[in-house]
């Protein structure tokens, strides 16, 4: 196991213990620079290549898409490949929109929190897309119901989530709750797995696909 980047365990820590959206934008700004460098070439990391590939068998490339939590726009670039054009991408962090608008794919970019109003109208998209923003510290359960908003009738919403999160921290009851509500079914959940196999700490994680009603 190769020693970690002293960097890269700094900004971990910093942005899992962030205590509000303001210091995690702020965490996620001084790191900008260097997140792909630390999480894919160093750490491995998987669910941005899960995530697209579950995400391509589920959704058409002529869709619509929103890549809610975009960050560098590493899975907007994964679905540019795929031969996605319509993709809007959205962040808290301005630091990773300028690494995220680097990359040439989005239509649009905008900063914008999950967990509040986002301002785009109700259906506005065919599809929805969020790998590696429900976790610690980050993205809350209540931020599902702006994203069906959102997304049409019938689109589909992809999203990664640590399986330590979902039983702890009240995902699991949201989720349930959205589908007894008759606002999204469940279509599919991979498998466990690693998302930096590379880091000794790291979580097991899943990627989910629901069909919103």
């Not at 319509?86 to 989005?106: F, T």
């Not at 009240?170 to 007894?180: I, N």
């Amino acid at each position: 196991m190769p020693e970690e980047p002293e960097g890269y365990v700094n900004y971990v820590q910093r942005v899992y213990e962030s205590r509000s959206n303001d210091e995690l934008a702020s965490n996620y700004d001084a790191w900008a620079d260097t997140y792909d460098q630390d999480t894919i070439e160093n750490w491995g990391r998987l669910d941005p290549d899960v995530g697209a590939e579950i995400f391509a068998k589920h959704v058409p490339t002529d869709a619509r898409i929103l890549d809610a939590g975009a960050g560098t726009g590493i899975v907007g670039k994964l679905l540019s490949d795929k031969g996605y054009r319509k993709i809007a991408g959205i962040d808290l962090s301005e630091g990773m929109l300028q690494q995220a608008r680097s990359k040439g794919v989005y239509q649009e970019l905008r900063q914008m929190t999950l967990g509040e109003r986002l301002d785009f109208p109700d259906d506005a998209f065919d599809a929805v897309v969020s790998i590696g923003v429900f976790t610690q510290g980050h993205a809350r359960p209540g931020s599902f119901d702006e994203l069906i908003r959102v997304t049409r009738p019938g689109g589909k919403i992809v999203f990664g989530l640590r399986t330590d999160i979902y039983e702890d921290e009240g995902f699991q009851q949201k989720q349930s709750a959205l589908e007894a509500e008759g606002r999204w079914t469940l279509v599919e959940r991979s498998r466990d797995f690693l998302g930096m196999p590379k880091k000794q700490l790291d979580k097991y994680n899943n990627i989910w696909v629901y069909e919103v009603s």
